[in-house]
């Protein structure tokens, strides 16, 4: 049996400056690196469902907007399968279920154009309510963090997963609201008044 106790975890630090360059070169000028940055976005044309937007920025506790953040997102397709070895079936081909986000330089918003992804089951056979997984790094964070983006026109009440947050008001941090047909505003929050959740997973 190998022995691993002589290897000491590496310390964690921020996301520094160099998150971007190595991980969506194109979006910073360096072409030439890939073709195109990995995670563009989460669908290919012809993904089946409802075409949405989701607009947001990350703010941390003192109110100022990340202008630096980077975003990966994970979703099931509008079926509610997830691509790969889902034992339900095969996903939508043109959802691949992930992206990567980074927001604007200059105003700090990020932009996910996805579809909407229906509702998945949990291991016990409860079914969670549509949802969007997120993994949020930007200054200041030592490790991700995890949260999920919920739909105010869907009915959540019943998804194992939020109801498990004891401090029920929290709830509305993970609740992206409608701005119009097919576009949700959701603002994360870091720290402070009107925290969003995020999950130790």
């Not at 997120?134 to 964070?141: K, S």
């Amino acid at each position: 049996m190998q022995k691993l106790d002589y290897l000491r975890e590496s310390p964690s630090q921020t996301a520094g400056p160099y998150v971007h360059i190595g991980l969506t070169p194109n979006k910073l000028g360096n072409s030439g690196i890939y073709p195109a940055d990995l995670g563009e976005s989460p669908i290919r044309p012809g993904a089946k469902g409802e075409a949405i937007t989701i607009t947001g920025t990350v703010q941390d506790g003192a109110g100022m907007i990340l202008r630096d953040a980077l975003i990966e997102s994970w979703q099931a397709d509008a079926n509610g399968i997830y691509p790969g070895n889902d034992p339900r079936g095969p996903a939508d081909p043109n959802v691949t279920g992930w992206a990567r986000i980074i927001a604007d330089f200059d105003s700090g918003e990020w932009v996910l154009k996805t579809v909407k992804p229906g509702a998945v089951p949990f291991p016990d056979g409860r079914m969670m309510a549509p949802h969007i997984a997120l993994w949020v790094v930007a200054r200041g964070i030592n490790l991700g963090l995890q949260t999920r983006i919920y739909f105010e026109d869907e009915d959540n009440s019943a998804c194992p997963v939020l109801q498990r947050i004891e401090h029920r008001p929290r709830v509305d941090t993970l609740i992206a609201k409608r701005a119009g047909p097919g576009q949700y505003r959701f603002d994360l929050i870091l720290q402070g008044e009107n925290e969003t959740v995020f999950f130790d997973m």
